[in-house]
C-alpha cells in the first residue's frame, strides 16, 4: 500500500533546572535502546529540554532528521513551558510519556518525579489547547514506555495521514439517502481536503478512456485476481477502463495532497449509463490502499480510510444490514458460541469486498438493481462471504449539525455460511442488540460502518480522542448502562 505514510519517531528528552539533567539523558538513552531492540530505528535527540532556548534547538534538530512525530520524554519533573511549548511549535502529532524511577536503592539523587510532573505537563497541555497523546498509564520503566511508544505510532501515522489527505467525490448521494449526508465543515477541521466532482465529469473521464492502451494488462490482473469466480468475464474490459479512470483522476487531481480517499456515485443512474457497478472496483482499489466508498459516503470513505492507516491492511465499508435468522442461530451459532441471538446480525454490501477478505468470490450482478433494470447493466459485484476472523466495527460521522461522532466495537465474523447474495459475512459483536439501540440507533449514525480486519480498537478510539471526538460509542459490557437506558428492562 503506497497511499499511507512511513512515519519517523523523534524523543526528546525534558529536564526541570533544579533536576539533574544527566538523569533524564541517562533514561532517554536506555528509552532508546530498549525501543530499537524490539521495534526498530527512532531518532534520539542530543538536545535535553530545560528551557526555551534548549526547546528551539531541540525542535531544529527533530525536524532536520525529518521526524513526523514526536515523544516528550519526561525523565525527571520536566519544565512546564518548555516542554509544552515543544510540542505547540512542533506542529505533528506529540506524545507525553514519563519516566518512573528504577530502583530504591537511588531515591536521593537519582530519584526524578516524573509521575509528577506528568501531572503538570497535561494542566499545561490543556491551558495552551494542545492536543497531545497520553497513554492510560503514562509512566514506565523503558521496556515500558518502548511500548507505549509503539501504540502511540499507528495513532501518529494516522494523524499525519488524515492532515495530508483528500477525499474526491462523485456526484451527490442518491435521492432519499440522507443518511450519507456529509457537512464538509469538520473534513476541514480535521485537515482533510474534499473535491466534490460531478458524475457527468467522471463519465465524460470513462468515455475519454475507451480503448486505453492499458485496458488488456489491467484485465489480466482482474483474471488471475477472480480465478474460478470469473463468471462475467464479458464486463472485464469496461471495468478495467473505469479502475483506469479512477487511477488517472488521483493523479490529476490530487493537488497538493499525497493521500487520496473516493467517495464514488454506484446508483440510481450510474448502471445504465455506464453500463455496469464498479463494485468490484471499489474493492479492488480499497485493497491498494486507497479506499472507496459506495453512494457517495464521504464519511465512510474517511473512516476506511483511517481504518486503512491503522491497520495497514485492506478494509471494506458495510450496510449493518439484517438480522440472523432463528433457526440459523439455533442451528449453528448457539452452542457453539457464547453470543446471544441480539448480539449477532448480518453485515453486507452489493460487492465492494475486496477478494482477499472473502472465503471465495465470483463475479455476478446486483441483485437488488435488477428487479427493476436490465441484469446485463447491473453486472460488476463481488459476491463471496466474509473470511471468519477477528473485526473492528467503526465510523467517524459529522453531525447535521457539525459535530464529530463516532463508535468503535470489537467482534469478529462468524464461521456461518450466510446462505445469501453480495458480500456478507455473520457478525457478532458482544452486547450488539444494546450497542444498536443505544448508540447506533440514538446518537443518529447511518447504516454504513467501517470494517477493519483485527482487533484495532484500542488504537481507533485513540486516534478518536486525538483528534477532539468527544462522543465515541462503544458496546458497553453489562452492567455498565448508557445514558438513557432505562435500567428496569
Not at 483474471?223 to 469496461?238: M, S, T, Y
Not at 483522476?249 to 454506484?266: D, F, L, Q, T
Amino acid at each position: 500500500m503506497n497511499n499511507i505514510p512511513e512515519i519517523k519517531i523523534g524523543v526528546v528528552a525534558v529536564s526541570r533546572d533544579c533536576f539533574p539533567m544527566t538523569l533524564s539523558e541517562t533514561r532517554r538513552k536506555a528509552l532508546v535502546a530498549a525501543y530499537e531492540k524490539k521495534y526498530g530505528e527512532i531518532y534520539e535527540c542530543p538536545t535535553c529540554v530545560e528551557n526555551e532556548l534548549h526547546m528551539r534547538k531541540a525542535l531544529s534538530e527533530v525536524r532536520a532528521a525529518g521526524c513526523d512525530a514526536l515523544v516528550v520524554y519526561l525523565g525527571n519533573f520536566g519544565p512546564e513551558s518548555s516542554e509544552t511549548l515543544l510540542a505547540k511549535e512542533f506542529g505533528g502529532p506529540v506524545m507525553f510519556v514519563a519516566a518512573a524511577e528504577e530502583t530504591q536503592k537511588d531515591l536521593i539523587q537519582g530519584r526524578g518525579d516524573a509521575y509528577c510532573g506528568m501531572l503538570n505537563a497535561s494542566y499545561n497541555l490543556s491551558l495552551r489547547n494542545i492536543r497531545a497523546y497520553i497513554p492510560e498509564y503514562p509512566v514506565g520503566t523503558a521496556n515500558e514506555c518502548a511500548d507505549m511508544i509503539r501504540e502511540f505510532l499507528p495513532v501518529a501515522r494516522t494523524v499525519v495521514a488524515l492532515r495530508n489527505l483528500k477525499i474526491i467525490s462523485f456526484g451527490p448521494r442518491p435521492q432519499d439517502f440522507l443518511a450519507c449526508n456529509a457537512p464538509i465543515k469538520r473534513l476541514y477541521d480535521l485537515g482533510v481536503e474534499i473535491e466534490e466532482n460531478s458524475e457527468l465529469d467522471l463519465f465524460e473521464s470513462f468515455k475519454n478512456h475507451e480503448d486505453d492502451e492499458r485496458i488488456p494488462e489491467v484485465v489480466k490482473e482482474m483474471e488471475a485476481d477472480l480465478g474460478a469466480g470469473n463468471k462475467k468475464p464479458e464486463v472485464l474490459v469496461r471495468l478495467a477502463q473505469y479502475e483506469l479512470t479512477l487511477l488517472d483522476w488521483v493523479e490529476a487531481h490530487r493537488g497538493s495532497r499525497p493521500y487520496v480517499a473516493i467517495a464514488g456515485k454506484c446508483w440510481p443512474a450510474f448502471q445504465t449509463q455506464f453500463g455496469f457497478v464498479p463494485c468490484y472496483v471499489n474493492g479492488r482499489l480499497t485493497a491498494k490502499g486507497i479506499p472507496v466508498s459506495c453512494e457517495v459516503d464521504i464519511y465512510g470513505a474517511l473512516s476506511e480510510y483511517i481504518g486503512t492507516v491503522i491497520s495497514q491492511d485492506t478494509v471494506t465499508l458495510l450496510d449493518i444490514n439484517n438480522t440472523v435468522p432463528d433457526d440459523m442461530y439455533e442451528e449453528s451459532i448457539k452452542g457453539c458460541c457464547e453470543y446471544s441471538h441480539k448480539d449477532t446480525f448480518m453485515g453486507f454490501h452489493c460487492g465492494n469486498t475486496a477478494s482477499g477478505k472473502l472465503v471465495s468470490c465470483e463475479m455476478k450482478y446486483q441483485l437488488i438493481m435488477a428487479r427493476t433494470l436490465p441484469e446485463v447493466s447491473t453486472q460488476g459485484t463481488l459476491e463471496g462471504d466474509i473470511v471468519p476472523g477477528d473485526i473492528t466495527f467503526f465510523r467517524l460521522q459529522s453531525t447535521a449539525d457539525a459535530k464529530l461522532r463516532a463508535y468503535v466495537a470489537e467482534g469478529e465474523v462468524l464461521p456461518v455460511a450466510t446462505r445469501s447474495f453480495g458480500g456478507i459475512g455473520v457478525f457478532a459483536i458482544p452486547e450488539m442488540g444494546r450497542f444498536y439501540r443505544h448508540v447506533l440507533i440514538e446518537k443518529n449514525f447511518p447504516h454504513h460502518g467501517a470494517v477493519a480486519f483485527g482487533h484495532y480498537g484500542k488504537a481507533i478510539f485513540d486516534v478518536f480522542r486525538y483528534l477532539g471526538v468527544e462522543d465515541i460509542g462503544f458496546n458497553r459490557p453489562k452492567g455498565m448502562l448508557y445514558p438513557g437506558e432505562n435500567p428496569f428492562v
